[in-house]
């Protein structure tokens, strides 16, 4: 809805103020007078300009134009102050509320009226004195209203530019919010599915093993529930330290509360000989790795073995972990089929993405042996 009120009230003050000029008899700026000027005449041509300023917001040029022919009509019958003031509010209005290109015109024409002005005062005066007071009698008419609307305009433009930069930024903020959101679900997705496909599918086919063990083996049975019990505390231990890093809201699944570290490697191997796998496993060089590389390391190895006990099981499976040049080198080789490790749905883009965490390089694929996972972490971040 438009704002009408302001304005309407400001241009019945304005033909107020003139109506009460005209009932004192206030003595026009000029007495030249082309054409007899009754009060009435003076009073219609104020009122016709104070309706002019009522389309201030739909056509103030088109207003500012059609109230030239009255200006000129009450300097026919010697100006009066009224409409000198009543055209002034159509000036500032056209400059402040007119299209850009518009206010520039007026502007334009503002100037070119003082030129004119000044050169007629030099032509028609006989000193330079004289001069001076016409171009100061006269030029201030128009030009304050137009500078007054112009500054009034530049601090508009002003406001609304710093409106729309902080929109601006509250649209980056809030887009930084949901990637930050985003960023950490799908952290929390990959600790869960290390945990899940971890611990969990181990314990599920470890049991399925032990339902198929004669029972005449008790040792191997007891070795089989070992890893079971192993994998189950390990997973409650992870669960809770994620439990208790959402409940407190501060730091992140990779933080101190997360236990999985490659020194735990041979809980690892041990629970993959359990489900059926022949792992040789070799560690080297891996005391007092950054916190986030020792995650990373441990969770890729993890998905890898789960991979193939999952989709290789009964397979020959060798884990390489060495310190090399300033990077961490991780190679699991498995002699199943190939194509067995295509069906494990997200354990190889899980693996990408805690490499990737950590800015290092991972590749998974057939190899001459049978599928071969490796991996390069950079000890320092670049």
């Given at each position: 809805m438009r704002s009408w009120r302001t304005p309407m009230w400001h241009a019945v003050l304005g033909v107020g103020f003139g109506a009460l000029l005209l009932a004192i008899d206030f003595p026009p700026v000029s007495e030249h007078a082309f054409i007899p000027g009754p009060d009435w005449a003076r009073l219609l041509v104020l009122v016709a300009l104070g309706a002019l300023q009522l389309l201030w917001d739909r056509a103030p040029i088109t207003a500012l134009l059609a109230g030239l022919p009255l200006l000129g009509l009450d300097a026919a019958m010697g100006v009066s102050l009224a409409a000198l003031l009543g055209f002034g509010d159509l000036l500032y209005l056209a400059v402040l509320?007119?299209?850009?290109?518009?206010?520039?015109?007026?502007?334009?024409?503002?100037?070119?009226?003082?030129?004119?002005?000044?050169?007629?005062?030099?032509?028609?005066?006989?000193?330079?004195?004289?001069?001076?007071?016409?171009?100061?009698?006269?030029?201030?008419?128009?030009?304050?209203?137009?500078?007054?609307?112009?500054?009034?305009?530049?601090?508009?433009?002003?406001?609304?530019?710093?409106?729309?930069?902080?929109?601006?930024?509250?649209?980056?903020?809030?887009?930084?919010?949901?990637?930050?959101?985003?960023?950490?679900?799908?952290?929390?997705?990959?600790?869960?599915?290390?945990?899940?496909?971890?611990?969990?599918?181990?314990?599920?086919?470890?049991?399925?093993?032990?339902?198929?063990?004669?029972?005449?083996?008790?040792?191997?049975?007891?070795?089989?529930?070992?890893?079971?019990?192993?994998?189950?505390?390990?997973?409650?231990?992870?669960?809770?330290?994620?439990?208790?890093?959402?409940?407190?809201?501060?730091?992140?699944?990779?933080?101190?509360?997360?236990?999985?570290?490659?020194?735990?490697l041979d809980a690892l191997v041990r629970s993959a000989r359990a489900a059926g796998l022949a792992v040789s496993c070799t560690v080297d060089g891996v005391d007092d790795l950054p916190a986030a590389v020792d995650l990373s390391a441990y969770r890729i190895v993890q998905e890898a073995l789960t991979n193939a006990v999952k989709h290789a099981p009964g397979s020959q499976v060798s884990v390489c972990v060495r310190r090399e040049r300033g990077m961490l080198e991780i190679e699991v080789r498995s002699d199943g089929r190939p194509a067995a490790h295509h069906a494990g749905g997200t354990g190889l883009i899980s693996m990408a993405e805690r490499a990737d965490a950590v800015g290092g390089v991972l590749k998974a694929g057939p190899c001459a042996e049978g599928w071969r996972v490796r991996t390069s972490l950079p000890l320092e971040r670049r």
């Open positions: 509320h007119g299209s850009r290109r518009g206010s520039r015109a007026v502007l334009a024409a503002v100037w070119v009226f003082g030129c004119c002005v000044a050169v007629v005062a030099l032509v028609v005066s006989d000193t330079l004195r004289d001069s001076v007071l016409i171009v100061l009698g006269v030029c201030p008419l128009p030009v304050l209203p137009v500078w007054w609307a112009l500054n009034v305009r530049q601090q508009r433009e002003i406001a609304e530019a710093e409106r729309a930069r902080a929109d601006q930024l509250a649209q980056i903020a809030e887009l930084d919010r949901a990637a930050a959101v985003y960023a950490e679900r799908a952290s929390m997705a990959r600790d869960l599915h290390d945990v899940i496909a971890g611990h969990l599918s181990a314990i599920a086919i470890q049991s399925e093993a032990l339902l198929t063990l004669p029972d005449s083996d008790p040792a191997r049975v007891r070795g089989v529930l070992r890893s079971v019990r192993e994998n189950s505390v390990a997973s409650l231990s992870e669960m809770h330290a994620m439990i208790g890093l959402l409940r407190s809201g501060e730091g992140h699944p990779d933080g101190p509360l997360a236990p999985a570290r490659l020194r735990e």
